[in-house]
């Protein structure tokens, strides 16, 4: 093991199966740096979803079940119920969360289950080859808007905010970046604490760079990265 | 000592099923004809406290929220009817994949789509095989508010047993008719355990797979244990059957109807008896093909068009003997209905 690895992590399915340059491992060290602080991995179960996520299936050495397109949220709510004294952790990207999944999150966070939910939003739905998501800017091309996003298709979906309206008043909901990792685990660690302290439901999107599927370099990734974080406010947002 | 009497429902029976099987958790979403259900769970939970539940968004929700539950290791089910069945298949595969112990009474109404909301036979397809896989799932068909509340136990006993889903299939008739019962209270309850086990070295659990050959070894795995198990877990119920030459194979209330269409006709000396299948999946094969040897007439009856009789037909391929399928989708039988049909065709009408 490297000095920097989160101690959470799970060695033996390293190194991971995300695409080079993936905004995924970025957010999943800071996620493990945030268990390993908190000191929670032995109480900690993990939900992931399918599509790019599933990769986290084997990713920590906690408890984890991989589920379907979407029903990651409801399935760590019932785990959550059968377990109040585990930490439920949720993890899903744009499309599960923000498409086939959205029904189950506002409830959840409507009726402040006692959940932390993370979503990694890189504007697509990577694991099928970039199609356009619900978080696709206008104009942007992917491989269902070939000619840019239509705005007739929606502009960029802004979830965090409109969980806001529906989540209870003790409901914790943020928006972090991969390009700031400090502040990313620090968000992780006050969803995760809400969880635990106030048994309330907490959310937190991760603005996440796609490579592979945007066709871009190291440096045009982070450049699209600080474009979405003008349309896409990083930050507490209640 | 006998047990007490009560003048209770079938979706009565089903709560206090559940209750008596060790379950603490319900989720569930309102259908007709099975809302009773998730009434009668909530008004328990109200007066004890260790039950739990949680009316959710939608069918999917409460699908996956049994998932959860049991992931952590409490018994949990949901009940649903119809289009809300359709939206369980999607959880039930996931059960079916990880071999899950999810349990489900799903109240039979008319279709396909919205249909009615009373009474039909036709998600025996959807319950056995109903997913994007083979079918491992314990399907139990209930013909009296009795055997319901007794199938329920069942159904958690199996699913916590052999690990498969299991799902009790009833309808609004048997639903929502008010009879007097004696519970048979259970023998045996098989004990629930965290699957999430909280062990230092953890548990990862996936249902998708990089690889046909590490996938096909999972599902030999699976299958296996099936095939295993599957002549324990079958039951059935054979009626009238020692001299019979003329056999009915029906289930649910529709067996209820041929039962008392049987004994008339036994009195008018007819050989006719009844093979009732208590699980629709796995059958009773052996039961079923023993009487099949015996007899050169089969009839199939049902509230669906030919889905008891696929299963049927497929465990006696090959055998010598006549089949004659009346189906009638989302319509009961009255026993005499049956007489009359049975009647007539063997007269040659």
């Known amino acids: ?43 900690t179960t993990l939900g992931i979803d399918i599509g790019c996520s599933l990769l986290v299936w084997d990713f920590f050495n906690v408890d984890t079940v991989q589920t379907h397109h979407g029903r990651t949220t409801p399935v760590m709510v019932g785990y959550k119920i059968a377990k109040p004294e585990r930490i439920a952790l949720a993890y899903m990207g744009d499309g599960g969360g923000y498409a086939i999944g959205l029904q189950s999150l506002i409830h959840a966070a409507f009726r402040n289950n006692p959940i932390t939910v993370i979503l990694i ?11 356009l998501s619900p978080t696709t800017e206008t104009n942007v091309k992917t491989t269902t808007s070939p000619s840019g996003k239509d705005i007739k298709f929606g502009p960029g979906f802004k979830g965090p905010e409109l969980l ?58 982070f450049a699209r990265l600080k474009e979405m974080e003008k349309y896409y406010p990083i930050g507490e947002i209640k | 000592m006998p047990d007490k009497k009560l003048f209770i429902t079938g979706n009565e029976a089903a709560v206090l099923g559940a209750i008596d099987a060790g379950a603490e958790v319900m989720f569930g979403y309102p259908i007709t004809p099975a809302t009773e259900i998730l009434q009668g769970w909530v008004a328990k939970a109200e007066e004890n406290k260790k039950l739990q539940y949680l009316q959710t968004e939608d069918e999917i929700a409460a699908g996956f929220g049994v998932l959860g539950v049991v992931l952590g290791g409490k018994k949990a089910f949901t009940a649903s009817a119809g289009p809300g069945h359709i939206l369980l298949q999607d959880s039930l595969a996931m059960a079916e994949n990880l071999r899950l112990p999810f349990v489900g009474v799903m109240m039979q109404r008319g279709g396909p789509s919205t249909g009615t909301v009373n009474f039909s036979q036709q998600e025996v397809n959807l319950a056995a095989f109903g997913g994007n896989g083979d079918g491992l799932r314990i399907v139990y068909s209930a013909s009296s508010v009795s055997e319901l509340y007794e199938l329920v136990i069942q159904a958690f006993n199996d699913a916590w047993r052999y690990r498969f889903p299991a799902i009790v299939l009833g309808d609004g008739y048997l639903g929502k008719t008010r009879s007097t019962v004696s519970l048979k209270k259970p023998n045996e309850l098989i004990s629930n355990y965290p699957i999430l086990e909280e062990k230092t070295n953890a548990t990862h659990l996936r249902n998708c797979y990089s690889s046909e050959e590490s996938f096909g070894e999972v599902l030999k795995k699976n299958i296996s244990d099936w095939n295993k198990n599957k002549s324990v877990i079958a039951k059935s119920e054979s009626f009238q059957t020692e001299e019979a030459e003329i056999l009915i194979v029906a289930h649910g209330l529709v067996a209820s109807a041929a039962k008392e269409a049987i004994t008339k006709l036994n009195l ?34 049902e509230s669906a068009l030919n889905q008891l009789a696929r299963i049927i037909k497929y465990e006696l391929a090959g055998l010598p003997v006549e089949f004659i399928e009346i189906a009638k989708p989302a319509e009961g039988f009255t026993p005499e209905e049956i007489i009359k049909l049975i009647s007539s065709f063997l007269k040659g009408d």
């Open chain 2, 268 to 301: 008018d000396m007819m050989k006719i008896g009844l093979f009732r299948p208590i699980t629709l999946n796995p059958l009773d094969s052996t039961a079923l093909k023993e009487l099949a040897k015996k007899t050169n007439k089969i009839f199939i009856i």
């Open chain 1, 164 to 221: 806001r309206q529906a989540a209870n008043e003790k409901g914790f909901i943020a928006r972090a970046s991969v390009s700031n990792p400090i502040q990313l685990k620090n968000l992780l660690i006050k969803a995760i604490k809400n969880q635990t302290e106030n048994n309330s439901f907490s959310f937190v999107e991760v603005l996440s760079i796609c490579p592979i599927n945007w066709k871009t370099d190291a440096q045009q990734s």
């Open chain 1, 121 to 131: 939003n890189n504007e697509n739905y990577a694991m099928t080859g970039g199609q």
């Open chain 1, 1 to 43: 093991m490297d000095n920097f690895s989160p101690k959470s992590w799970n060695q033996e399915s390293k190194p991971h199966l995300f695409c080079p340059g993936c905004g995924h491992a970025i957010a999943l060290k800071q996620l493990g740096y945030a268990i390993d602080e908190l000191g929670i991995q032995q109480k």
